[in-house]
């Protein structure tokens, strides 16, 4: 099946935004996804999303997203490259990134990314350091906190943490003039979209299974 049918398969609602995971997979696909229509994109790895970016400047519009694990070594091309960065998870990360948006002169929206299993591998901050990194992210004039991002455990039932998503989102939105929730890959976006997500981010569904 050809990208673009695989992307009307989503059968995804007007007002649900589509993040298309490339992560490992060539740039001709998505180079085929932009022609399709897509936009966004979602990028894991710096150096394979950096060289897979420089090549593709010449699409006009094309939007990245950053929802892989931030080390701090790597949030200066994260600000050089991406127009939204997911995965804020930590006072040090926003601390750089706001860094090296001023140094830019830009202003660079971002996501916090929740770990809502509490797993402890996982990237994500914990729900009892989520007000501190708030109020710390609030103090950093060239950060936009936009929302929210979260990935729940594998292989367990994601509705209990979307629920909880949902939840937190409504408790922060009017104060904060949130607008992104984004939850869901592609075994359940459509049961993320019923909890309230915005954004989905989808890879498998759209661009095979990966290496
Ligand atoms: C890989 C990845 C996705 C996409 O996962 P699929 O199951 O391939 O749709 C979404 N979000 C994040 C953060 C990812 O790392």
């Known amino acids: 099946m050809k990208i673009k049918e695989k992307l009307e398969d989503l059968k995804l609602p007007d007002d649900i935004q589509l993040v298309a995971v490339s992560k490992k997979k060539p740039k001709e696909l998505i180079e085929e996804a932009y022609i399709a229509g897509q936009r966004i994109f979602g990028e894991n790895y710096m150096q394979e999303a950096v060289e897979k970016i420089k090549k593709l400047q010449k699409l006009s519009k094309i939007q990245w997203h950053y929802i892989g694990?931030?080390?701090?070594?790597?949030?200066?091309?994260?600000?050089?490259?991406?127009?939204?960065?997911?995965?804020?998870?930590?006072?040090?990360?926003?601390?750089?990134?706001?860094?090296?948006?001023?140094?830019?002169?830009?202003?660079q929206k971002i996501l916090i990314?929740?770990?809502?299993?509490?797993?402890?591998?996982?990237?994500?901050?914990?729900?009892?350091?989520?007000?501190?990194?708030?109020?710390?992210?609030?103090?950093?004039?060239?950060?936009?906190?936009?929302?929210?991002?979260?990935?729940?455990?594998?292989?367990?039932?994601?509705?209990?943490?979307?629920?909880?998503?949902?939840?937190?989102?409504?408790?922060?939105?009017?104060?904060?003039?949130?607008?992104?929730l984004s939850m869901g890959m592609s075994d359940d976006y459509l049961e993320a979209i019923t909890f309230g997500a915005n954004m989905v981010r989808i890879g498998t569904k759209i661009f095979g299974i990966r290496q």
């Open 69 to 107: 694990p931030l080390q701090s070594n790597k949030t200066k091309d994260a600000v050089k490259y991406f127009d939204l960065i997911q995965s804020v998870d930590r006072i040090k990360i926003a601390r750089k990134l706001n860094m090296h948006a001023k140094d830019l002169n830009k202003i």
């Open 113 to 180: 990314q929740i770990n809502i299993g509490k797993e402890p591998q996982k990237s994500g901050v914990e729900l009892s350091k989520l007000n501190h990194l708030i109020q710390y992210i609030l103090t950093c004039d060239h950060l936009k906190w936009l929302g929210f991002m979260c990935i729940p455990p594998f292989h367990e039932d994601s509705k209990p943490y979307f629920q909880k998503m949902q939840e937190i989102y409504a408790k922060y939105q009017k104060q904060y003039s949130l607008s992104i």
